[in-house]
């Protein structure tokens, strides 16, 4: 089955996902950039395409245009894969998952999450300066919960909780028969 891997990432997390999906599973590896001057007769050689996009304010970046291809390739193996600073065994994580895609598209769409991380010091000063409001603003709330105390000493500073082993459900999802 010939399968394409589309991402989008701004500081490396996603791109490093997409990269290790690609190359377990045979994969064709594409930037959204360059995907997007593509034209269907491309497409139409893949039995199978993935979209891969980092969480911003419980949005997938991007999906939308994967969204509106999506449709016209219900006969392939379509999914979705989201890459976020919050850890997988987060219950927000399942729950905002699920709302990325409607009824409708979860019939022919598969979603899931790989965590990534943080790295400010690749950001852009527009990510920079939300991320600094959103801490400042989690910082002074009284009744912070303590998920969300956790959560503010966790988004402070740079880390890499990626994994390898995330790839395992999208890896079996793509060599499964269909
Ligand atoms: C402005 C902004 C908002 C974010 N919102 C979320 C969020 O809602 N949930 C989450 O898990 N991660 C969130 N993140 C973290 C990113 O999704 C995370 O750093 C991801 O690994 C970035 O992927 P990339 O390296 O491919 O760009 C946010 C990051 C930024 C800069």
């Not at 190359?23 to 993935?50: C, H, P, Q, W």
């Not at 939308?64 to 390739?73: G, H, P, Q």
């Not at 998920?147 to 890896?171: G, T």
Request: glycine letters at 6%; one cysteine or more.
């Amino acid at each position: 089955m010939k399968k394409l891997i589309i991402y989008t990432s701004q500081t490396g997390f996603t791109k490093q996902y997409a990269t290790w999906i690609a190359e377990r599973t045979g994969a064709d590896l594409l930037d959204l950039k360059e995907a997007k001057k593509k034209n269907e007769a491309f497409f139409a050689s893949y039995e199978a395409i993935v979209y891969g996009g980092w969480a911003m304010a419980g949005n997938l970046v991007k999906v939308k245009w994967f969204l509106e291809k999506a449709v016209s390739w219900k006969n392939k193996r379509l999914a979705i894969f989201c890459v976020g600073g919050s850890p997988n065994d987060n219950p927000d994580v399942a729950r905002w998952l699920h709302q990325v895609l409607t009824d409708e598209q979860r019939t022919y769409i598969k979603a899931f999450y790989c965590q990534g991380g943080f790295a400010y010091e690749k950001m852009s000063a527009a990510s920079r300066l939300a991320m600094k409001m959103f801490v400042g603003a989690l910082k002074k709330k009284k009744d912070a919960t303590d998920d969300e105390k956790e959560m503010v000493n966790r988004i402070s500073a740079s880390y890499d909780i990626s994994d390898i082993k995330y790839i395992e459900p999208i890896v079996a999802y793509l060599q499964s028969e269909k």
